[in-house]
């Protein structure tokens, strides 16, 4: 009898981690955030779950992190289902830029001044204005509840130690805030939309809680296996989208060629991805490439891609 895909990767995977961690030494982990630059810069850990419950764990898949840019996917649906889809790109449009993801550059170049997509900081500022609430905090409530909601995980919380670092060091963001603030794209005070934004990005999970939600992104939205509809299917095409035009920075074409999957990576060295219709996974690796995305990540995600043929493309 044939093996299915799950056992092989049940048995593959154990060594490919192993041999892609090596490729850690060629990084670097995030420093600008202070707190990050503790994370254990050899870690890497990956969790692969299908529609039935089975799933693939192996190397360090307890280790837990800070979502950062990850979270911007879910914090894009939430403001979908909040305001619609002219509601949200009435403050941020479509397309990529090539830019890093904390550059500022174009909203001063391009008229009319709006972040080119969600998922680069100046986007994922201007959406967490537009989370629904009445105060910073109940915003930042909903936005965590609906995290616990898709990852299947009550206790999901925030790291206070990171949130604090980022809050404490972000004169980009924040000077990207007010110019965005002064171009009529936030609604409310500055300082009230740039703490919903630190708090979702310190987020704390496993590769467990980031491969759960990306399997409801898998199945459109469904979570296969209590098959609860979570969110409405146009938007997680809308996440989707973003995820393989814009998710992994300005490295999204050479994943895309590399891979073909939607993916979204974040500073942490976390990446959660999924193949349609079938697996959700999540994966970390703190060690960071030039382009800002785990370095052995990548690498294994290439290699899990081009052996079982997932390519989308
Ligand atoms: N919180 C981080 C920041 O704003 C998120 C960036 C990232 O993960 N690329 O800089």
Known sequence: MSLTEI?????LLPT????????????????YIPELAKSPIDAL????INAQGNSVSAGNSELTFTMQSISKVFTLILALMDNGESGVFD????????DNFNSMLKLELVQPGIPFNPLINAGA???SSLIAGESPTEKSRRVLEFFRLLSNNRSLDYDLDVYRSESDTANLNRSMAYFLKDNGVLEGAVEDVLDVYFRHCSICVTCTDLAQMALVLAHNGTNP???EELIPRRYVQIAKTFMTTCGMYNASGEFAIQVGLPAKSGVSGGILTLVPGRYGIGLVGPSLNRKGNSIAGVALLEQMSQTFDWSLF
């Not at 490919?16 to 420093?31: D, F, H, I, M």
């Open 7 to 11: 056992q092989r990767l049940q048995t």
């Open 16 to 31: 490919w981690v192993e041999t892609n961690r090596l490729l850690c030494a060629n990084g670097k982990v995030a420093s």
């Open 45 to 48: 850990g990956i969790h692969l």
């Open 91 to 98: 403050k941020v449009g479509m397309e990529p830029t090539g």
């Open 125 to 127: 500022i201007a959406i």
């Open 225 to 227: 296996i209590t098959g």
